[in-house]
């Protein structure tokens, strides 16, 4: 069987680099999107169940932030609970 020659093997080394990238890749991907998910649940948890001056204060900063953070109008619809006042009696729109 003839030696593949120098080239060839760069070019096999090059294109296992490109598939392993492509694999790293798409685990950052996977890490992210995660670490949103969680982080995400642990504020909408604090946003439903906290009592406490934090959670309260929260849906106020969200109420500011959200509105100049959000670009699309799909994405404005999706958080339009979290987006309306709070009610007149101090609770969230959402109690």
Not at 13 to 24: D, F, G, P, V, Y
Not at 39 to 55: T, W
Request: charged share 40%; aromatic share 4%; glycine share 6%.
């Amino acid at each position: 069987m003839p030696r593949k020659s120098i080239e060839e093997r760069l070019a096999q080394l090059e294109a296992q680099k490109k598939t392993l990238q492509a694999r790293l890749n798409k685990q950052e991907r996977a890490k992210d999107t995660r670490r949103k998910v969680l982080l995400g649940a642990l504020v909408l948890h604090r946003l439903e169940a906290g009592r406490d001056d934090f959670s309260k204060n929260l849906g106020d900063w969200l109420r500011r932030e959200l509105p100049g953070f959000l670009t699309r109008d799909a994405d404005r619809e999706v958080l339009d609970d979290l987006l309306k006042p709070r009610a007149a009696n101090g609770s969230d729109a959402t109690s």
